[in-house]
């Protein structure tokens, strides 16, 4: 599905002239290709399909408590590294997620996919990436349905948050440590 808004020729191209080449590179083993993205969970009520002839309640978490999970995911192998919080994403996570990609001394270029957030763009960022030796490129606007971790997102929460119930934050943020990259 493409946004409403999106340039779906703006997208086409980029996806020729940028993604082709590098992910060829990445399927090669030139390159090591990663998608970034942020989710924010938020520990809430989420009902994935419910249909009842008498009246149910359903046991619901109190408070809506959020976490933050700032992901890349490897284009290849799926790897998936993450820098995760309660409170906010901002570009001092962004460098924390680069540092860890440039630790795990790949031998090869890296090539980050992200979207336009105001923190992934900020000059910060980019110096750190410029530092790092880290090549970003930045999504047309408005083309989740070209950044793959967003596959990887609506997973999650089809899977570990839609119609389940979870008592407590702890038990919440758990769930993340045991996502697995899907094949």
């Not at 409403?4 to 002239?17: G, I, M, N, S």
């Not at 009902?47 to 046991?59: A, D, E, K, P, T």
């Not at 930045?138 to 089809?158: A, C, D, G, H, M």
Request: aromatic share 12%.
């Amino acid at each position: 599905m493409i946004p409403a808004k999106a340039d779906p020729e703006v997208q086409a191209a980029y996806l020729k002239t940028e993604m082709e080449p590098r992910l060829a590179e990445a399927q090669a083993g030139q390159r090591a290709v990663f998608f970034v993205d942020a989710a924010h969970f938020v520990l809430a009520p989420f009902l994935g399909f419910l249909w009842s002839v008498i009246r149910l309640f359903i046991q619901a978490p109190c408070g809506r408590q959020r976490f933050n999970v700032l992901g890349a995911l490897n284009a290849v192998s799926h790897e998936l590294i993450t820098v995760t919080n309660d409170s906010y994403i901002t570009s001092v996570q962004v460098c924390q997620l680069l540092h860890q990609l440039a630790g795990l001394s790949l031998g090869v270029p890296i090539t980050l996919f992200l979207d336009n957030a105001a923190y992934q763009r900020c000059t910060i960022v980019r110096q750190t990436a410029t530092d790092l030796h880290i090549e970003l490129c930045f999504l047309p606007t408005y083309s989740p349905n070209l950044n793959l971790i967003e596959r990887l997102w609506k997973f999650v929460r089809k899977e570990c948050l839609y119609s389940t119930y979870y008592a407590d934050f702890p038990s919440f943020t758990a769930i993340f440590i045991k996502i697995e990259p899907i094949e």
